[in-house]
């Protein structure tokens, strides 16, 4: 199946977020208008039951699941059982119930952390399950494991159509900017602004040698869009297991990251190197291929993404400081 008219009904799980609210816009901007989304004290994903009733009395066509607990290092590492309970919960209720309503189609978000820590560069999505986890966000990694696995198995067993797409790291507006629980470049971002004068210090964990690579959710959104309106036999055909990786092709380190932020910001702030604290997984280099061989790339150049962030940042500085 692929989206074939405007009128199909499209549930975006987690549309407020900062990736679901891209699909939102993307697919809307497509002109498909029957989208539906609800807020988590509308409808707690994690509760099986009212996950069901709702899937049950909207019947959508297709299903984008996009909702998830996420953070970076510092959240994984304070809070694991709530990152990989609630992964499991929201992603095995709403699969389970898209299966129970017979949607047309689902694609699950994942995230390229699903990789060994040393795993081949760039990494294919044969590489899954082939080594041990980075430590430092192996509960979020798990739970996204689990959840492209639950779509490879509601595919095999009963011949769902059921696709996952695996991004990078991603940033992009409506990102969390809190220093606690944010990945870097969101902190990064924060942290110069915060910082402008040369007396000013920004403390980066780590090395900074190890090498990432960053997606905007723009594009993100695109490849979800691309995706619904690729038939099932054409991915099955370059994505046999139904999985695909999303990214750009290219990576940076974390210290030369950290001077291009400085730079779009204008901070004059100086860089300092925590090494008490963890590098994590050394690089992570997705390959692209799969999503190429369909005819999709991403378009969003990362001085180019990182201003659109910085702009909004701007916008939205006394909402986020505030909130």
């Known amino acids: 199946m692929r989206l074939s008219s405007s009128s199909q009904k499209i549930y975006v799980a987690g549309h407020r977020g900062m990736v679901g609210s891209a699909v939102w816009s993307v697919l809307e901007n497509a002109g498909y208008s029957n989208l539906?989304?609800?807020?988590?004290?509308?409808?707690?994903?994690?509760?099986?039951?009212?996950?069901?009733?709702?899937m049950e009395a909207e019947a959508p066509d297709v299903v984008v699941v996009a909702a998830?607990?996420?953070?970076?290092?510092?959240?994984?590492?304070?809070?694991?059982?709530?990152?990989?309970?609630?992964?499991?919960?929201?992603?095995?209720?709403?699969?389970?119930?898209?299966?129970?309503?017979?949607?047309d189609r689902l694609v699950f978000l994942g995230s390229t952390c699903i990789y060994p820590k040393h795993a081949p560069q760039p990494m294919m999505e044969d590489h899954l399950l082939t080594g041990?986890?980075?430590?430092?966000?192996?509960?979020?990694?798990?739970?996204?494991?689990?959840?492209?696995?639950?779509?490879?198995?509601?595919?095999?067993?009963?011949?769902?159509?059921?696709?996952?797409?695996?991004?990078?790291?991603?940033?992009g507006p409506e990102d969390n900017f809190d220093l606690e629980t944010s990945h870097v470049l969101p902190a990064l971002l924060r942290k110069f602004h915060e910082?402008?004068?040369?007396?000013d210090t920004v403390t980066l964990w780590g090395t900074g040698t190890p090498k990432r690579e960053f997606l905007h959710s723009q594009d993100l959104a695109d490849a979800v869009r691309f995706v619904l309106e690729t038939s099932e036999d054409r991915i099955r055909e370059v994505a046999p297991d139904g999985m695909l990786n999303v990214g750009v092709g290219e990576d940076i380190s974390i210290s030369n990251l950290a001077g291009l932020i400085r730079d779009v910001t204008g901070s004059n702030a100086s860089i300092e190197y925590d090494e008490s604290k963890p590098d994590g997984?050394?690089?992570?280099l997705v390959d692209v291929s799969r999503m190429q061989k369909l005819g999709w790339e991403?378009?969003?150049?990362l001085r180019e993404g990182i201003q659109d962030v910085y702009d909004w940042y701007r916008e939205h500085e006394d909402d986020i400081v505030h909130a």
């Open 36 to 54: 539906i989304g609800k807020a988590s004290d509308e409808v707690d994903l994690r509760d099986q039951r009212a996950t069901r009733s709702f």
């Open 68 to 103: 998830a607990r996420v953070g970076g290092i510092m959240a994984n590492d304070r809070y694991p059982a709530d990152f990989l309970y609630d992964n499991l919960a929201i992603e095995a209720n709403v699969i389970e119930a898209a299966h129970r309503v017979g949607v």
């Open 132 to 171: 041990e986890l980075e430590p430092t966000n192996e509960w979020y990694a798990i739970a996204k494991i689990a959840g492209h696995k639950l779509c490879e198995a509601y595919h095999r067993q009963h011949g769902d159509d059921m696709i996952t797409l695996m991004p990078t790291n991603l940033y």
């Open 195 to 199: 910082a402008p004068d040369p007396d």
């Open 281 to 284: 997984t050394p690089r992570k």
């Open 298 to 301: 991403a378009e969003t150049g």
